[in-house]
T-cell receptor, first 108, second 114 residues
Framework: AQSVTQPDIHITVSEGASLELRCNYS??????LFWYVQSPGQGLQLLLK??????LVQGIKGFEAEFKRSQSSFNLRKPSVHWSDAAEYFC??????FGAGTRLTVKP | NAGVTQTPKFQVLKTGQSMTLQCAQD?????MSWYRQDPGMGLRLIHY???????DQGEVPNGYNVSRSTTEDFPLRLLSAAPSQTSVYFC?????????????FGPGTRLTVT
């Protein structure tokens, strides 16, 4: 089945350090891909999405993601993490399938 | 503009009881869906609707019923609750199914079945 996979269940980074969260996809055609963030006790909020064109996508809260067809990846990045970025992050495809999520812990 | 609202926020049921989780949106979205979130499994689609009167099954529909009588409301019914249905439930809506459209999520309902 077509899907997205997030290989990292939990990542810890220090505040101010850079961040990369991995997402791999297995769709045949160029997919629509999304990154959502879920703060503790909250619903999900869209960070950014990719559907065509420029492979580097800018999102809210200083996040960006790069679509790499050769690697079937759509990794989320942030150059400098803030303590408020601690949350769970989900990659999703346009078929309503979500990855298992990556929980981000930020160390002071 | 409240977005997507869900009630209740928390619920405890005994095995075999029934209940309805409520979901409403005020954005005039045609598409609505229900997910359950379990640790290590992400969100899994239970049922979805592409418009009033039209519903379809998602990935994990067993034990759940839905109906869509209006554009605004999309309730999820558990007819006979089981401990395996202990989960956090999210309702979402969007302008349409697929096509790169963002989904808007409610705050969730945490359900415990004992």
């Amino acid at each position: 089945a077509q899907s997205v996979t997030q290989p990292d269940i939990h990542i810890t980074v220090s505040e101010g350090a850079s961040l990369e969260l991995r997402c791999n996809y297995s769709y045949g055609a160029t997919p629509y891909l999304f990154w959502y963030v879920q703060s503790p006790g909250q619903g999900l909020q869209l960070l950014l999405k990719y559907f065509s064109g420029d492979t580097l996508v800018q999102g809210i809260k200083g996040f960006e993601a790069e679509f790499k067809r050769s690697q079937s990846s759509f990794n989320l990045r942030k150059p400098s993490v803030h303590w408020s970025d601690a949350a769970e992050y989900f990659c999703a495809g346009d078929d309503m399938r979500f990855g298992a999520g990556t929980r981000l812990t930020v160390k002071p | 503009n409240a977005g997507v609202t869900q009630t209740p926020k928390f619920q405890v049921l005994k095995t075999g009881q029934s209940m309805t989780l409520q979901c409403a949106q005020d954005m005039n979205h045609e598409y609505m869906s229900w997910y359950r979130q379990d640790p290590g499994m992400g969100l899994r689609l239970i049922h979805y609707s592409v418009g009033a009167g039209i519903t379809d099954q998602g990935e994990v529909p067993n034990g759940y019923n839905v109906s869509r009588s209006t554009t605004e409301d999309f309730p999820l019914r558990l007819l006979s609750a089981a401990p395996s249905q202990t989960s956090v439930y999210f309702c979402a809506s969007s302008l349409g199914l697929a096509g790169g459209r963002e989904q808007y999520f409610g705050p969730g309902t945490r359900l415990t079945v004992t």
